[in-house]
C-alpha cells in the first residue's frame, strides 16, 4: 500500500525546480543590481549589468543555431569575458569547454574535436594558438570562432576574422527568457584533465553537482556576501574550482587577472580590497618569497585556498607573516576541483609551526556537501584502518562527482567501480579521520620491495631552508629497482650541494628512503604550477 | 540522436546521493566530535554524543517497529530530546510530527489520529495535556508513549506508564548504520497549521526542502561554523524554521530553553556567549521592552532574526541601542518557515531610522536556494507592476516549498494552482523588486467600497509611544459594510484614551482608513505570538 506520505503528493511546477548554479546570478541581478560584480583594468561592471551580458551572450549563442548539449569552447585567460561564459553558454542550454591556454595547438585541437564544439571564444593573445590548432583539427564540422577585444591587452597579433564577441552579445536580448536546466543532471561544463601521457580525458560537470560545490565553498570558507575574489586561479581549471558560481552566489567582485606575478597580485589586493583568492602552492610560494617592500599596506585577514600539493611548514609560517589565512583544499577535475578540505581546529592554533603544518599538510574531511570521502582498500574496496600507516586509495562518493567522461564508458566505469570515484592517490587516515596522500599510485617508488611515498621525501626537501621547489620520482636502478631521484630548485642566491641535501634528510628519512641522486634545476610544470613528473621520470632514467 | 552528453552518463552511487539534512550531523560528528552541540542546564553535549544518541535513537523506534514513513509525534519543549528527534526519527526513515505544546487536548489528539503517529515521545511537562488528548483520539490504533525526564524540569506530575526515553536509546545502537532518504523528495517532517478556523491542515516536508532551506539559513545570515544558537523560537514551529538542521551543518551549539523570558534569554546569551537567534516579534518587542539594568554586559553583534510581522521602527531601533543586528525574514508552515529575506543594502545604514523601518519593514526577497516569490494577480497569475502600489498575492515557487497537505489533495492542488504556492497574503511589489505584505487575503477591511489594509493601519498604531502591540480587524457596518475596529495593548504604565490614538492616526492616515473603535486591553496570542485576529473579530462583531 502507498504510504499516505507517498500519496497524492507529486513533485509539480511550485515545489520541484532543478538546481542549478544559474540561479545565483539572477538572484544576485535583482537584489543587487547595482553592486560591483567585475573589475578588470579599468572596467567596472555591475552584476545587473552582468546578468544582462550574460542573457545576451546566451541569446546570441541560441541566434547562432546554439542550442541544448552543444559544446561552446573558450580560449581565455581570467577576464570577464571568461566570467560571463559560465552564466551565459549553459543559460543557452550549451556546455562551457573552459580549455587550457597554456597547451600546444595539438592538444587544443583534440579538445575541439572531442567536444564537438560548435563555437570557440578567443581572446587576443591566443588567437595565434587558434589559428595552429585549427589546422590540426581532423573534424570538418563548422566552427564558429568569436574574438574578443580587451584593452587591457591591445590588439590580437592576429585575426581569424571571427564574430566579434561584443557584436555576438549585441545581437542579444538583455531579456533573454533563458531556461533553467530541464534536469539537473544536465551538462553544464566540459573540463579535460591535464593528461600526463594519452589524449586528454573529457570531464562532464552536472547542475546539480556545479551547485553543490559552488555552495560548498561558501560553507568551507565562511566566505561573507560581497566577498572580493581575486582570479590568481584559472577559471579553465576546473571551473575555477566552481568559484565563478560561488561568487555570484555571493554577490561579491570579480576581480580579473590576466597576468599572476607578485607585484600584481599584491596591487591587486590592496586596491580592490580583495578578500579570498586560490591558487596552487607555487602561487601563495610566489607570494611567500616575494621583496618585503612589495608586501606594504597589505589587508589582514585575506583568506587563502591551497590545493595541488600540500603546504610546507615555510608556506604556512610565510602566509602567517603576511597576516593570510591558509585553508588546505583536496581534489581533482573530476570532483569538480577541490572536495575535500583540510577542516582547522581552533585549538591547533596552540601548535607550534611544526605541528600545525604537519596537520595542515593532510588532505582533510569531505566538503560539506559531499557525500563521503574515504581510503579504502582498492581490492577489497573496506576502509583501511584509522591508524596513519595504512595505505589505501582515496575514493569519493556524493554529488561532487563528475556525471562521467565523455565518449568513454570504459574509463567512466572504471572510475566509478564498486560505487566510489577512484582518485588514484595512496593515502593513508589517521584516528581523527583526516586523510593524508601518500603518493599518486603512479608516483610511488618500490624500492628493494618497500614502498617509498614520493610525498614524504618531497616533505622533508621542502624543509630545507634553501629549497624553493622540489620532486622526487623513482629511478630504474638494476640491483633495487628503483630508487629515489630527487629534482630540486634552489631559492634565489641559495647555494648548497647534493651532499647537503642527502645529510639534511638523513636527518628525517630511514636510510632506504635517500635520494640516491639530487639534481639542481628549475622544475618543470604543467600550466596549472603541477610539477610534471613524467617528464622528471625521463630525466632520471636518462641520467 | 541521443547527446553525447546524455550518453553513458547517468546517475550511480559514486556520484548521486539524495540530498539530505541528515548527512549534516554525519559530518560535523565526524569533524568535530569534541565540540559542544548541546546545551541545557548543567547538561554538555558534545556532537560526538550527539550524533551516538540520533542513531540510538533510531535504532530504538526500528525495534519499537518504526520504519520508513511511519509517523512519530513529539511533545516537547526545546529540550534536547527535541534536536535529537529532529535527526534520530528520519534516520529510522521515519516523519517527525513535532506538536505545538501550547494547543488544547482536542488538537493535539486530532493531530495524532490524522498524522497516523506511531510513537509520541512527551516531555514531562505535557503529560497531562497528552493524557487528555490520548482520551480524546478517534482512532484506535496502538501508539507507544515515550517519556522524556528532565532534571531542569522536574519529575512530571502525571506518569503515562510510557517507555522511558533513556531506555529507548538504551535499546538502540550507537553505531546503527542508517540509510539516507531512499529519494530526497521522501518526506522528513509533517508540521500541522495553526489554523485560525476549521481543522488543521499537515503540511510534509521533504529532505531536499528541509536542507534547501537549512543551507539557506547559513547564506541569509552568513552564519559561520560554530554559532551558538539560542533556542527562543519553539523547534515545534516548523521545525524551528529549519535551524536544528543549520546548527547541525554549522557544527553550532544549541543553547537549549524551556521558556522564553527576558531574563533567561539574556543570561544564556551572556553565560554562552550567544551569536544568533530567532523569534516572532514579541519575543524581540519583550527584550527590547525589559528594563535596562537587566540588559548589562551584552555581548555586541548579536544577530536576530524576526518574522510573524513587520518590525515597527521602535523595535529596530530598540535592538540597534542593545547592539543586536535584526534580520526581517517571511514565510509560512508550507515554506518551511521564513523563504524571504529583507536583504539589507549597505547604504541603508545612512538613512533616518524612520527610512530604515520602512525599507527594513518589507518581506523583501527570495531565500537564496528558493526559486521565485512573487506579487501576482491571482486571476491572472500575470506579475502585478513593480510600482508600490498594485496589490496582488504573494507566491513561491521551488525547491523550498512544501510537498503538499496530507491526506488532502484538494487543498494541495488549491495551494499549487497554476503552479505557484499561494500564500494568502496579499502585497505589493515595489521598483527594486522588493515585496511588501498589505494584508492576509481574510484580514483586509472593506469599507465603504475601499480597501483598507488592517497592517497599514497596525503600522501606524505601532509608532504610538504607548502602544506595545496592535491589532485592527473589520467591525460589521450597517452602512458602510465594515470599519475598522483597532485593539491596543499599552505599554506598562501608560495611559492614552481612545481618542488620542485616532488623533494619532489621523496624522498619518486618510479619514476613510481611521479606526472607528478603540479596544484597550491585552491581546490573545498564538502559541508563536501571532495576534489571533479571528478572536478580535468576534469580539469586534459583539461590541
Same mark, same amino acid.
Given at each position: 500500500?502507498?504510504?499516505?506520505?507517498?500519496?497524492?503528493?507529486?513533485?509539480?511546477?511550485?515545489?520541484?525546480?532543478?538546481? #542549478?548554479?544559474?540561479?545565483?546570478?539572477?538572484?544576485?541581478?535583482?537584489?543587487?543590481?547595482?553592486?560591483?560584480?567585475?573589475?578588470?583594468?579599468?572596467?567596472?561592471?555591475?552584476?545587473? *549589468? +552582468? &546578468?544582462?551580458?550574460?542573457?545576451?551572450?546566451? #541569446?546570441?549563442?541560441?541566434?547562432?543555431?546554439?542550442?541544448?548539449? !552543444? +559544446?561552446?569552447?573558450?580560449?581565455?585567460?581570467?577576464?570577464?569575458?571568461?566570467?560571463?561564459?559560465?552564466?551565459?553558454?549553459?543559460?543557452?542550454?550549451?556546455?562551457?569547454?573552459?580549455?587550457? +591556454?597554456?597547451?600546444?595547438?595539438?592538444?587544443?585541437? &583534440?579538445?575541439?574535436?572531442?567536444?564537438?564544439?560548435?563555437?570557440?571564444?578567443?581572446?587576443?593573445?591566443?588567437?595565434?594558438?587558434?589559428?595552429?590548432?585549427?589546422?590540426?583539427?581532423? #573534424?570538418?564540422?563548422?566552427?564558429?570562432?568569436?574574438?574578443?577585444?580587451?584593452?587591457? &591587452?591591445?590588439?590580437?597579433?592576429?585575426?581569424?576574422?571571427?564574430? !566579434?564577441?561584443?557584436?555576438?552579445?549585441?545581437?542579444?536580448?538583455?531579456?533573454?527568457?533563458?531556461?533553467?536546466?530541464?534536469?539537473?543532471?544536465?551538462?553544464? /561544463?566540459?573540463?579535460?584533465?591535464?593528461?600526463? +601521457?594519452?589524449?586528454?580525458?573529457?570531464?562532464?560537470?552536472?547542475?546539480?553537482?556545479?551547485?553543490?560545490?559552488?555552495?560548498?565553498?561558501?560553507?568551507?570558507?565562511?566566505?561573507?556576501?560581497? /566577498? @572580493?575574489?581575486?582570479?590568481?586561479?584559472?577559471?579553465?581549471?576546473?571551473?575555477?574550482?566552481?568559484?565563478?558560481?560561488?561568487?555570484?552566489?555571493?554577490?561579491?567582485?570579480?576581480?580579473?587577472?590576466?597576468?599572476?606575478?607578485?607585484?600584481?597580485?599584491?596591487?591587486?589586493?590592496?586596491?580592490?580590497?580583495?578578500?579570498?583568492?586560490?591558487?596552487?602552492?607555487?602561487?601563495?610560494?610566489?607570494?611567500?618569497?616575494?621583496?618585503?617592500?612589495?608586501?606594504?599596506?597589505?589587508?589582514?585577514?585575506?583568506?587563502?585556498? @591551497?590545493?595541488?600539493?600540500?603546504?610546507?611548514?615555510?608556506?604556512?609560517?610565510?602566509?602567517?607573516?603576511?597576516?593570510?589565512?591558509?585553508?588546505?583544499?583536496?581534489?581533482?577535475?573530476?570532483?569538480?576541483?577541490?572536495?575535500?578540505?583540510?577542516?582547522?581546529?581552533?585549538?591547533?592554533?596552540?601548535? !607550534?609551526?611544526?605541528?600545525? $603544518?604537519?596537520?595542515? $599538510?593532510? *588532505?582533510?574531511?569531505?566538503?560539506?556537501?559531499?557525500?563521503?570521502?574515504? @581510503?579504502?582498500?582498492?581490492?577489497?574496496?573496506?576502509? @583501511?584502518?584509522?591508524?596513519?600507516?595504512?595505505?589505501?586509495?582515496?575514493?569519493?562518493?556524493?554529488?561532487?562527482?563528475?556525471?562521467?567522461?565523455?565518449?568513454?564508458?570504459?574509463?567512466? !566505469?572504471?572510475?566509478? $567501480?564498486?560505487?566510489?570515484?577512484?582518485?588514484?592517490?595512496?593515502?593513508?587516515?589517521?584516528?581523527?579521520?583526516?586523510?593524508?596522500?601518500?603518493?599518486?599510485?603512479?608516483?610511488?617508488?618500490?624500492?628493494?620491495?618497500?614502498?617509498?611515498?614520493?610525498?614524504?621525501?618531497?616533505?622533508?626537501? &621542502?624543509?630545507?631552508? $634553501?629549497?624553493?621547489?622540489?620532486?622526487?620520482?623513482?629511478?630504474?636502478?638494476?640491483?633495487?629497482?628503483?630508487?629515489?631521484?630527487?629534482?630540486?630548485?634552489?631559492?634565489?642566491? /641559495?647555494?648548497?650541494?647534493?651532499?647537503?641535501?642527502?645529510?639534511?634528510?638523513? *636527518?628525517?628519512?630511514?636510510?632506504?628512503?635517500?635520494?640516491?641522486?639530487?639534481?639542481?634545476?628549475?622544475?618543470?610544470?604543467?600550466?596549472?604550477?603541477?610539477?610534471?613528473?613524467?617528464?622528471?621520470?625521463?630525466?632520471?632514467?636518462?641520467?
Amino acid at each position: 500500500m502507498t504510504s499516505i506520505f507517498d500519496s497524492n503528493l507529486p513533485r509539480n511546477a511550485a515545489n520541484f525546480a532543478s538546481i #542549478s548554479p544559474l540561479g545565483f546570478i539572477a538572484r544576485t541581478a535583482e537584489v543587487y543590481p547595482q553592486r560591483l560584480a567585475i573589475v578588470h583594468g579599468d572596467l567596472r561592471q555591475t552584476w545587473g *549589468q +552582468t &546578468y544582462a551580458r550574460c542573457r545576451q551572450l546566451a #541569446s546570441g549563442l541560441q541566434r547562432l543555431g546554439v542550442g541544448k548539449n !552543444d +559544446t561552446v569552447a573558450v580560449l581565455l585567460p581570467n577576464t570577464p569575458p571568461m566570467v560571463e561564459a559560465h552564466f551565459g553558454v549553459p543559460m543557452a542550454g550549451a556546455v562551457l569547454n573552459a580549455m587550457n +591556454t597554456r597547451l600546444d595547438p595539438q592538444a587544443i585541437a &583534440y579538445m575541439l574535436d572531442h567536444g564537438e564544439a560548435r563555437v570557440v571564444i578567443v581572446d587576443p593573445e591566443f588567437t595565434g594558438l587558434l589559428a595552429k590548432a585549427l589546422t590540426l583539427r581532423q #573534424s570538418s564540422a563548422p566552427l564558429q570562432v568569436v574574438e574578443v577585444q580587451d584593452a587591457v &591587452y591591445g590588439p590580437a597579433s592576429q585575426s581569424l576574422g571571427g564574430m !566579434d564577441y561584443e557584436a555576438l552579445l549585441a545581437s542579444g536580448d538583455a531579456q533573454f527568457d533563458w531556461a533553467p536546466p530541464a534536469d539537473e543532471w544536465d551538462a553544464i /561544463a566540459l573540463n579535460y584533465t591535464s593528461g600526463t +601521457t594519452g589524449n586528454p580525458k573529457g570531464v562532464v560537470y552536472h547542475h546539480r553537482g556545479a551547485a553543490s560545490n559552488a555552495i560548498s565553498n561558501v560553507l568551507e570558507w565562511d566566505m561573507p556576501k560581497h /566577498a @572580493v575574489y581575486l582570479w590568481t586561479l584559472p577559471m579553465f581549471h576546473c571551473n575555477g574550482w566552481c568559484f565563478p558560481w560561488t561568487v555570484a552566489l555571493r554577490a561579491g567582485v570579480n576581480v580579473c587577472l590576466r597576468r599572476v606575478d607578485p607585484q600584481s597580485v599584491f596591487d591587486a589586493i590592496r586596491q580592490h580590497g580583495v578578500t579570498h583568492y586560490c591558487g596552487a602552492p607555487i602561487v601563495h610560494g610566489m607570494l611567500v618569497n616575494a621583496p618585503e617592500a612589495m608586501k606594504q599596506g597589505l589587508p589582514a585577514g585575506v583568506k587563502a585556498m @591551497v590545493a595541488g600539493a600540500a603546504p610546507p611548514a615555510s608556506m604556512i609560517e610565510g602566509m602567517e607573516r603576511m597576516g593570510f589565512d591558509l585553508t588546505h583544499v583536496y581534489g581533482l577535475t573530476e570532483t569538480y576541483g577541490p572536495a575535500a578540505v583540510c577542516a582547522q581546529h581552533d585549538d591547533w592554533a596552540q601548535l !607550534d609551526i611544526g605541528e600545525r $603544518a604537519r596537520l595542515n $599538510a593532510r *588532505q582533510g574531511v569531505r566538503f560539506h556537501l559531499q557525500g563521503d570521502v574515504r @581510503v579504502l582498500d582498492p581490492e577489497t574496496m573496506q576502509p @583501511v584502518p584509522q591508524d596513519g600507516e595504512t595505505m589505501g586509495e582515496i575514493m569519493f562518493k556524493g554529488n561532487i562527482a563528475m556525471k562521467g567522461y565523455l565518449k568513454n564508458p570504459k574509463a567512466t !566505469d572504471e572510475a566509478f $567501480a564498486g560505487g566510489w570515484f577512484h582518485s588514484g592517490d595512496l593515502a593513508v587516515q589517521y584516528p581523527d579521520g583526516y586523510i593524508k596522500i601518500k603518493d599518486r599510485s603512479k608516483d610511488i617508488i618500490i624500492s628493494g620491495g618497500e614502498n617509498i611515498s614520493s610525498i614524504e621525501v618531497e616533505d622533508v626537501l &621542502y624543509r630545507h631552508p $634553501a629549497v624553493l621547489a622540489a620532486a622526487v620520482v623513482a629511478k630504474p636502478d638494476a640491483k633495487w629497482g628503483e630508487t629515489p631521484c630527487a629534482f630540486v630548485e634552489l631559492k634565489d642566491g /641559495a647555494s648548497v650541494t647534493a651532499e647537503d641535501i642527502i645529510a639534511h634528510c638523513r *636527518q628525517h628519512l630511514a636510510g632506504f628512503k635517500l635520494p640516491r641522486a639530487v639534481v639542481f634545476g628549475e622544475l618543470p610544470k604543467t600550466s596549472t604550477g603541477k610539477i610534471q613528473k613524467f617528464e622528471l621520470r625521463k630525466l632520471a632514467a636518462e641520467s
